[in-house]
Nanobody, 130 residues
Framework: QVQLAESGGGSVQAGGSLRLSCVASGHIYRGYCMGWFRQAPGKEREGVATFYYGGGTTYFTDSVKGRFTISQDNAKNTLYLQMNSLKPEDTAMYYC???????????????????????WGQGTQVTVSS
């Protein structure tokens, strides 16, 4: 079992930054896929970024490339999503998810398909005003 807890959301103006944290209970072993997803009102949940603990490879959806980065702190069992140059369209509930079985791993990076992740946090709200 893996339990995930996100934090760090908030309200910022366009152009601002936020850093989201996802603390995982238990040890995250090499081979885990972890992902950040977001869901805006009336829209489907979409994969924003993924991280493969086995090799550190990352994936970012096109709309956040160059603005968002992922990092991790093994000692704290924490995955971070640094979000810079935020835009109003980034407004959403952000979720952290884990795939311990590595179902999402495609050989070099982890897929952003939400159906491949079976552990989810409760979410943290990000609101960006123009």
């Amino acid at each position: 079992q893996v339990q995930l807890a996100e934090s760090g959301g908030g309200s910022v103006q366009a152009g601002g930054s936020l850093r989201l944290s996802c603390v995982a209970s238990g040890h995250i072993y090499r081979g885990y896929c972890m992902g950040w997803f977001r869901q805006a009102p009336g829209k489907e949940r979409e994969g924003v970024a993924t991280f493969y603990y086995g090799g550190g490879t990352t994936y970012f959806t096109d709309s956040v490339k160059g603005r968002f980065t992922i990092s991790q702190d093994n000692a704290k069992n924490t995955l971070y999503l640094q979000m810079n140059s935020l835009k109003p369209e980034d407004t959403a509930m952000y979720y952290c998810a884990a795939d311990p079985s590595r179902t999402a791993y495609g050989g070099s990076w982890c897929s952003p398909r939400k159906d491949l992740y079976n552990y989810w946090g409760q979410g943290t709200q990000v609101t960006v005003s123009s």
